[in-house]
Every structure is written in C-alpha cells, then in structure tokens.
C-alpha cells in the first residue's frame, strides 16, 4: 500500500479517532476534522490525495466536501462513509466523484482496501 495523505471528515469522535488511528497504522498522514467547514478550511490550506468524509454533516454535508476537494484538485480520490445508505445517496456520492460509498460501520479491512485501491489509482 502507497502511503497517501489523507483528510478525513468525521462528526463523530470516536469513528474520527478509530479511522485516523486505522489509516496513520498502516503508513498514512492523516488529518482529521469534525464538519465540513473545516473540511473546506483544510482544503483550501493543504493538498490532501484522498478525502474519505461522512455523509450525513451538519451545514454542510459530505457531497459538498467531495465537490469541494474535486474543485480543488480534479484528481483527488474521495470516498464517502454513511450510516443512512440509500440508492439515491450512492449515485449522487458517485456523480460528485466519489470513487467508494462504504456503509458504517465500515470493516477494517474494508477501510483498508478502498483507501489502497483509491491511492493507487493516483499512483
């Protein structure tokens, strides 16, 4: 696995602290903030290769963080995590850009995958 820098957007603490703890184990730097206007902020700050966002966030939600990512960097890979899956959810993840649509609680292993497929899509 490529090691890749990560954003991840989570308004959970503890799902926040288990995908950063997750993804900096097997090699990543990962930033972590709790909405999507900090996502925003970090976006317009740093260069991220992946952003790996929940959906469902206060204001502004995980599709306006993938749209914002992909506005910055048209190359960045982006994968959305949801607890409330539906069909009309997924194709609107995907037509943002959205590479992964995974169902919380995502698996480990999972997680793992999608972000090593993803980043090696940037390789």
């Given at each position: 696995m490529s090691a890749g820098k990560i954003l991840v957007?989570?308004?959970?603490?503890?799902?926040?602290?288990?995908?950063?703890?997750?993804?900096?184990?097997?090699?990543?730097?990962?930033?972590?903030?709790?909405?999507?206007?900090?996502?925003?902020?970090?976006?317009?700050?740093?260069?991220?290769?992946?952003?790996?966002?929940?959906?469902?966030?206060?204001?502004?939600?995980?599709?306006?963080?993938?749209?914002?990512?992909?506005?910055?960097?048209?190359?960045?890979?982006?994968?959305?995590?949801?607890?409330?899956?539906?069909?009309?959810?997924?194709?609107?993840?995907?037509?943002?850009?959205?590479?992964?649509?995974?169902?919380?609680?995502?698996?480990?292993?999972?997680?793992?995958?999608?972000?090593s497929t993803a980043l090696a899509?940037?390789?």
């Amino acid at each position: 696995m490529s090691a890749g820098k990560i954003l991840v957007v989570e308004d959970e603490m503890i799902a926040r602290r288990v995908l950063r703890d997750l993804l900096v184990h097997v090699g990543h730097d990962v930033t972590t903030v709790s909405s999507g206007e900090e996502a925003i902020e970090q976006l317009d700050a740093e260069h991220y290769d992946l952003v790996l966002t929940d959906l469902q966030l206060r204001k502004v939600d995980g599709l306006a963080v993938v749209a914002a990512a992909r506005e910055r960097d048209p190359d960045v890979e982006a994968i959305v995590l949801t607890g409330y899956a539906t069909l009309d959810s997924a194709i609107a993840a995907v037509r943002q850009g959205a590479t992964n649509y995974i169902l919380k609680p995502g698996q480990p292993g999972e997680i793992e995958s999608s972000v090593s497929t993803a980043l090696a899509r940037r390789a």
